[in-house]
């Protein structure tokens, strides 16, 4: 077998036996490059609503009847958890899948409600290698056959269009972009 026949398999085979791979980690990786944006987790989506009706009370004053009233107001009973004080005018109730922050002076809370995001959070789960175990040793595979699918891309081309031509040329680019990134960010 020709080393180019040779090496056209390898591209096509990898690129079929990685295409699940391929869409799981790009699509999480530009979930994950967003994440950073307020107001938007990749792998939950969260809900706030304010809560009318609630009388202001000190910190010293409230008991099981004050955070009752409170989950009966909001509807949220049947999903209580516990409840804190993060400072001396702020109460913290939280729920199955939420919480609800009381501002104690002004009787202001805001039920926030979260789920997990379909789709997203699984892909975020293996992108962070959240499996471990043999889920490292497939990652890696996938890995290093990134690098055989980009070596082998390199010569799927022949002549002027190829890496000795135009293909040169678009690779040289590639390259670059992430060299003048890391020089803007890292060096500057």
Do not use: C
């Given at each position: ?66 955070i ?72 890696d ?45 890292v060096?500057?």
């Amino acid at each position: 077998m020709k080393w180019r026949k040779w090496n056209r398999w390898v591209h096509r085979e990898l690129g079929y036996v990685f295409f699940g791979m391929t869409i799981i980690y790009g699509v999480s990786g530009i979930a994950l490059n967003h994440s950073v944006t307020k107001h938007w987790n990749p792998s939950f989506v969260s809900r706030s609503e304010f809560i009318n009706n609630i009388d202001p009370a000190l910190k010293a004053d409230i008991g099981k009847e004050y955070i009752v009233e409170i989950l009966d107001i909001s509807g949220e009973k049947e999903n209580y958890k516990q409840y804190y004080f993060p400072n001396d005018s702020s109460l913290m109730i939280y729920l199955k899948n939420g919480h609800i922050k009381v501002d104690l002076n002004t009787g202001s809370a805001y039920l926030t409600k979260i789920r997990n995001r379909r789709v997203f959070r699984e892909f975020n789960f293996l992108h962070y290698n959240k499996p471990k175990k043999l889920w490292t040793w497939f990652s890696d595979l996938y890995g290093f056959s990134l690098v055989l699918l980009a070596i082998s891309g390199l010569f799927m081309v022949r002549g002027k269009k190829g890496i000795t031509g135009q293909g040169a040329v678009l690779a040289i680019i590639g390259v670059l972009i992430p060299l003048i990134f890391l020089i803007i960010y890292v060096w500057f």
